[in-house]
């Protein structure tokens, strides 16, 4: 437990990155998570906008970047969608507020941790897509506990790796 | 205050971010506005939407013609070896089907004039865009397809998505390079089908599951799984007739208790799209190469049927085709036969030097005497037909117009069974058919007039003359083109045979001098008098329909044609009235408007002078059991045709219009 919690002063440390990391990475994953899904349709399960979201939330640590970025994504995959922009901005920036926020006080390098956060997020996220969407849109939409059980599962391994890969483009402190 | 923000700015933040994007929401999802204002977006939205798609579509474009590029380059290679045969044979095939696209094309403008008519509107596929899937919206929860043309490619929205397999969906969004494609697996997108079979209409809409199905369907135990789904065309998007899917199951609907939702299975593989087709024009708009198309397929067409219909006059000696090229010789000139596609049997053209072997010159069997000479033909001059040696009757030529030493024969043999009269125009024949006296003073031509013979028309009697002649009327002329000079038949006078009363008259073959007549018989006559032929003018009044000869054809034009109406050897030159013979007349076709069942058959009433000269040394009349009309309509033939001839001539009782020459002639008399 105490592993999870972040204790020194450089668990909290925030992460530099590059700028071109962060507006490359989400339009790749929206390029990805648009095409991948043309050839394979089975793809659309995952949630690369989201897992783009969650990790640079809990890398930057600011709540408000998170969820401001987590807004920008969400606003941008909703325009790849039929649905009206801010659907996935609502959520994904609630996602990056929450993100931003627990990774100030728990240690976001574990892998373990990452995953738990991930599982959790992608459920969350679920939950408040069906809110909106069946309550605000009033809008049809199957919930399926197995199905999202599911697709927690698949995201949180995807994103165990896709974090360890973008964790590549840290930029060193030397 | 200060504080109260910097301590609660990430919340603060948050709340602004959410609050700011639900009113977003609140105002896309306000209440839509008509149709011909509505937009899928707003214009803030759209702008948004369009920032979005057009940071995504490059990155998609590159993967896409990367992967193109790739997959491109090596199938290029393998199929550079086969490219140009394949060419060949494509372009081949692409003219057929430019062929059957006009015919396609021309059905489908008279299936929309019909529906004009119908006060329905229906579209058609006239001009599609190809286009390539780039992407999609990356959730299942929205079912959206993006494709590389926009609306510089003429891409509109709700513009039908279809492949070759069936309907993807309709277009929902358009920027200038790319357009959204809601797919019908979509909850919210919605296209009319129709099942096939059942005929069960419906709105076909995906389900949660991304699975389309008609949603609402009153239960109906016919449909079973794999009965095909089709468009309907009633929700003016999609073309009527495009496949769908076929049925997969049926599911009871939970919240329309007793209805229930078909789930379909999409004919298109919705999964794996590389290209699809967007519908980008439907109307009646025809371009002009479907225009040339369409000229060529009805030239193809019309080819077609001319040969068609040259195969089924060889093969159908019943049927010609009117438009078949007219020999030049005269003998085999059946234009009396006028009968506008009445049967014209295929001839030899006739012999320079006609002999007994000549056909048409060749007595009857029955009339010819075991061991006896034929007549001698005096070769120039004409051909004697059946100037058999065993004559029944013969009539001194005395009674014969020309007055020469023509001899008139008329053979009584058995009674045969009468031509049938079969109008191929659809046409009902006269009513009654009543021969008009013919005139004596008929205008002859010497010259030598083409021979026609009708199939099944042979020589009642002949008559020896100093020539041969041929009346011949031809279809719808008003002239009849001749007569031999000697024997003057009544077919170039005024022998008309006036439509009314169905009577039949014996052919006449008037044969004097070496000249030997034929009165044949037009189209349109259905029947022609009785006389013996054995005067020149009263013989064989045979008018055709609307000729008239020489002027006094009371027929109206484009009456029903005349098929041999003319019984083979009826009587012997005799009673005007026991010559009436009745013809079995098949009517093919419906009755004109104005036309009526043939109700009698009576005898004109009009002596021919020929046959007066005919009584007395002919042999007993024979009376013939008349042939009766029977109209192919299925109806039983009217009690009166059935009727005896009447022993006395009647007075004309055809109408005005069709006797004009009537009361001038003297009737039954020469002068």
Known sequence: MARLIAASRRDVEVQPYPLIVFILVPLLALGLQSFVSLHFQRFDILDLPLLVTIYFAITRRNPIAGTLAGGMIGIAQDALTRQPLGIFGICKSIIGYLAASLGVRIDTESHVTRALLTF????????????????????????????????GVINTVVAVVLFALLDLAKRKEY | MESFFSRYKNALVLIAVLLTQVIGVAIQVRRPLPKEHAQPDAGGVRLIRYWAISLVSPPERLVHWLGASIIGVWDNYLDLMHVRQQNKDLQAELQRLRIEEGGIVEDARQGQRLQQLLAFKEKYVYQTTPAQIIGTSGTEQSRILSINKGSKDGVAVDMPVITPDGIVGRIREVFPHTSQVLVITDPTSGAGVILADTRIRGVLRGNALGQPQVERVMPDERIKAGEKVITSGGDQIFPRGLAVGVVDRVVNDSEHDPLVDVLIRPAANLSQLDEVLVVTNMGEEVTPKQKLDMMQSQAAADTEQLR?????????PSRVDPDAPKTDDASTDDSDVEGE?????????????????????TPTADSL???????????????????VPKPRATVPTGSNADGGDATETAVAVPKKKAPEVVPDDGSRPPATMTARPATQSATTTPTHAPMVTMPATLPHTTTTAGGTGTSVRPATTGSATSVNGAAAHSAVGNGSAVPGTGTTQPRATTSAGGVTTTATRPAGTTSSTASSGASASGAGTHTPAGNGATGNGTSPAGTAAVRAATPRPTTAAGDAANSAVKTKVIVDGPLPAGAKKPATATNPGQTDPATQTQRTPTTAPVQKKAPELVPDDGSRPPPTMLQKPKPQPQPQQTPPAQTQAAPSQPQGGRR
Not at chain 1, 132 to 148: D, F, G, I, K, N
Request: glycine share 8%.
């Open chain 2, 308 to 316: 068609a219909s040259e195969v089924l006059a060889e093969r159908l």
């Open chain 2, 341 to 361: 596609g009445i049967a014209r049997p295929m001839r030899p053209p006739s012999a320079l030097h006609p002999d007994r072997f000549t056909p048409n010159t």
């Open chain 2, 369 to 387: 005497t075991p061991g006896a000479r034929l007549a001698p033909q005096s070769e120039g001059k004409g051909s004697i037909t059946a100037s």
């Open chain 1, 120 to 151: 959790g997020f992608v459920f969350l996220h679920s939950g408040m897509y069906w809110v909106l969407v069946r309550r605000l849109l009033a809008q049809p939409y199957a919930w399926s506990w197995v199905h999202e059980l599911i697709r």
